[in-house]
């Protein structure tokens, strides 16, 4: 956990000011970076002539601010937007009573090959672009009124080296932590937790380094804080501290009546790491943690703390839609609400290191987490991808993300690898896969043995190099939904997850008939397919040959005890893959939940057999031509029944047979009103109607939130509706709406979900599709209002206000 003093200065003589009396200080980095996007030879040394150049705050990513276009190295799979070369700079001063600690500046991610440079001084080269790292200033540093400079340059410019959309910069942030000279190491605490009747037994590994050349007499002290902020328990440790050592302490304590963490009730504790000189605290380090158990059982699938749950969980990339690869706190939660709502309880973190702020927020808001490290080892998927670092590199990434994750209780299993070339190549006496295999499972256990590891395989055969070697706790499997029924008798005594599932494709409002006819798009994975419309339709009836529906999927997992669950492919569209098609498309369809965060008909389906809340969604939309034969679909949960109405005539009742998860009319188009009513025992649950939608009259405007943080980084995500005169969405609506904001914001990023267009994610204006479009409305870093203002030629305006605080 960091404590954080965040202030839109470069000054760190004021940033220190602000706490002086604290023992550490984690003080956010982001303000007022100087940016160039291009080669800047020079740009390293400190008298560099900077004024030229753009001032922002980060996180940055550069691509998202570029054009489409088929051209660019990225290829449509990798999102078809501009990479290349960018530096950064940023000057600061240090006062003179900083003379004397350690001063560090963390990396949380940067996409990617970045170096960084302090006055001129090479600090290193990390060419991971998801993994968070740290460098040391001290050294180097000039205090009093002296400035510092520090120079970041970052390499996208080898291309394609994703399948997917990644984005160029310093696209995470960035922290400037400043210690004494004796303090607990970066990551430097390791909690395990065992619960034993009513007590829990917490052991804390602390490691500490003396950097001064003194031989010192310390004391440890660790103190649990309760979710209510209770201190609960303490533990004192003497011990003498050599000159210019690291050391690692561990302590046991018990905390009596614990709340255990859950996916209901995600309670934290706090542990307060100390480092004590003479009574006095030197150093105070802050780690979140949670008291649970998990188990993966052979026959019965997973529990925590003791308590069966199925694994209902999603694959996510990390791009954000409109505002790209850089990290916004605010529009992951957005995500995990949406995903939450839908009965969502888990996220595998496709195919990278996360950012520390979604395990935060999965820790607070009770998912589980599969968290990943590599979508290659050696061999490569693309010409320019990780694979020509891993054997330099493949040990520190993965000790680093470890380290940087093992106290999170939403971390339930590590996977070292997806879909791993490796894999493969028995037959011709390629065996390298089992040697790797073992090794990763040897760096993770090396640093944490309470939770399993896995591989995401898409040769879930026992011949497999991967299977082979025998280091994996569980088998994952990617897809082979049809082999899910023979997986005992294929591993017998293995337990199994299905690390990535369904890879079914919808275009959000679009609809082919028949609804009940699977189309399986492309033929084969590397062929061409392509049709006028771009689209995939909204019935869960187009799936990837190598996947299957949403439906089918979900029905074996929840049949099969011993599936101790899955991650559908995907929760979000995501920017990149076009699956199944090539350009002109440049985003996925694979998403539950379209690229704007505007829910896919099939969401419904999730949340009818995910939630207890009562669930009724028909669809289409009801504009149609007359006479034209109409699936009309309905998810439903908590009735017998559902009655469908049209223009107050029942076309029926229809009940769910057997393991059915909708219901399902043919309806020949008339003009009017469908009405569905859904009852139990006779007694009606909900009702819904859909209304044929006259021509675009007037737009509406609905804020996520209207009151928002002054901090010049929170969010309202501000859905745009094309109405006809009596308030229906008009379905088919294209209008373009132009917005107008004044006051205390800026418009972050404009989207519609569609997969098809190029228009710019960072302008003023955005095209509605099938009736809807998005704009994301950034506060400043004052206090006032935001107002919005969206305009369409022929149609009524509308306006919002959002309150900064």
């Known amino acids: 956990m960091r404590k954080i003093c965040l ?4 000054l760190v003589t004021t940033l220190l000011s602000c706490a002086s009396s604290q023992p550490r200080e984690i003080l956010n980095f982001d303000s007022n970076w100087k940016f160039c996007l291009g080669e800047s030879k020079e740009a390293s040394r400190n008298d560099y002539n900077d004024t030229g150049w753009r001032t922002l705050d980060l996180p940055h990513d550069w691509s998202i601010e570029g054009k489409f276009d088929e051209k660019n190295p990225a290829t449509p799979g990798g999102g078809a937007l501009p990479g290349g070369i960018g530096w950064y700079r940023k000057s600061f001063v240090m006062p003179v009573s900083a003379k004397g600690k350690s001063v560090f500046i963390d990396f949380d991610g940067v996409y990617r090959n970045s170096e960084v440079w302090i006055n001129g001084n090479y600090l290193g080269k990390r060419p991971n672009g998801y993994i968070s790292f740290r460098y040391e200033l001290t050294p180097y540093l000039n205090f009093g009124k002296k400035k510092n400079v520090i120079a970041v340059r970052v390499d996208n410019s080898d291309q394609p080296n994703s399948r997917w ?36 037994d917490i052991k804390v590994t602390a490691t500490l380094t003396n950097t001064t050349n003194d031989n010192v007499d310390l004391i440890l002290r660790n103190s649990v804080v309760n979710p209510s902020g209770r201190k609960v328990a303490v533990s004192e440790t003497p011990f003498t501290m050599k000159a210019n050592d690291e050391t690692g302490i561990t302590q046991s304590l018990i905390v009596a009546s614990p709340s255990l963490w ?19 605290s030197i150093d105070r380090y802050e780690t979140s943690f949670g008291i649970r158990t998990i188990e993966f059982d052979l026959n019965k699938g997973f529990f925590l703390n003791g308590k069966f749950v199925k694994i209902k969980g999603v694959c996510n990339h ?27 309880n888990a996220i595998r973190t496709s195919h990278n290191p996360p950012a520390p702020e979604l395990l935060d927020l999965c820790d607070r808001m009770g998912f589980l987490v599969m968290d990943e490290a590599f979508d290659m080892w050696l061999k490569k998927k693309t010409p320019y991808d990780y694979s020509q670092y891993f054997k330099q590199w493949h040990v520190r990434d993965l000790t680093d993300q470890v ?27 390629d065996t390298s896969g089992v040697d790797i295999s073992r090794e990763l499972v040897g760096i993770v256990k090396n640093l944490d043995t309470t939770r399993p590891i896995v591989t995401a395989n898409n040769n879930p055969d026992p011949s497999s190099n991967l299977i082979k070697s025998g280091a994996f706790d569980m088998i994952g499997y990617n897809y082979e939904h049809k082999r899910w029924p023979d997986f005992q008798k294929t591993h017998p005594g293995k337990k199994f997850i299905v690390t990535e599932s369904t890879s079914a494709l ?56 011993y599936i101790s669950g899955f991650f559908v492919w995907t929760g979000f569209d995501y920017i990149g ?3 199944p098609y090539g350009w002109p498309a440049r985003s996925s369809y694979f998403g539950i939940i379209d690229l704007a965060g505007f829910p896919k008909d099939v969401f419904y389906m999730y949340q009818s057999e995910w939630t207890e809340k009562p669930v009724l969604h028909i669809f289409p939309h009801w504009n149609w031509q007359p006479g034209q034969t109409v699936d009309i679909m309905a998810y439903y949960n908590k009735a017998d029944e559902v009655e469908l109405f049209l223009n107050g005539k029942s076309l029926g009742t229809k009940r769910k047979q057997g393991e059915d998860l909708h219901v399902m009319w043919r309806v020949p188009f008339e003009s009017g009103t469908l009405k569905a009513v859904s009852r139990k025992a006779g007694q009606v649950v909900l009702t819904k109607e859909i209304r044929t939608a006259g021509k675009p009259d007037r737009i509406e405007l609905i804020a996520d939130r209207n009151s928002i943080k002054a901090d010049g980084k929170d969010l309202s995500f501000v859905t745009v509706n094309i109405l006809d005169a009596k308030g229906n969405l008009v379905p088919y609506a294209e209008n373009q709406v132009k917005f107008t904001l004044n006051g205390n ?57 959002v309150t900064t605080k």
């Open 165 to 200: 959309y990644s984005g160029s910069g310093i696209y995470r942030n960035v922290w400037l932590t400043i210690t004494n000279r004796v303090q607990v190491k970066q990551w430097g605490t390791h909690i395990e937790t065992e619960i034993k009747g009513n007590k829990a």
């Open 745 to 801: 914001g800026i418009i972050a990023g404009v989207d519609n979900g569609s997969p098809i267009s190029h228009e710019p994610f960072k302008a003023s204006e955005r095209k509605a599709f099938y009736g809807k479009c998005l704009v994301v409305v950034q506060s400043g870093k004052n206090r006032g209002k935001i107002n919005l203002k969206a305009e369409a030629e022929g149609l009524q305006a509308a306006e919002i206000s």
């Open 7 to 10: 202030l839109a200065l470069s």
């Open 262 to 280: 859950s996916i209901e009730s995600p309670g934290l504790y706090k542990m307060v790491t100390e480092i004590v000189s003479k009574e006095k």
């Open 318 to 344: 990390h791009d954000l839609g409109c505002l790209g690869a850089a990290l916004n706190t605010r529009a992951l939660q957005r995500q995990l609400e949406i995903l939450k709502e839908m009965g969502c």
């Open 577 to 579: 893959e076009p699956t």
């Open 506 to 561: 919808a275009t959000r409002g679009w609809y082919e008939m028949n609804s009940d006819s699977v189309r399986n798009w492309p033929v084969r994975w590397d062929l061409p397919f392509d049709t006028e419309h771009h689209s995939c339709s909204s019935y869960d009836n187009w799936c990837a040959p190598w996947g299957s529906t949403h439906e089918t999927s979900w029905k074996l997992v929840k049949k099969l005890d």
């Open 403 to 429: 380290m940087r994750d093992r106290n999170h209780p939403s971390v339930i299993v590590w996977s070292v690898g997806n879909e791993i070339l490796e894999q493969f190549g028995e037959a011709k006496g």
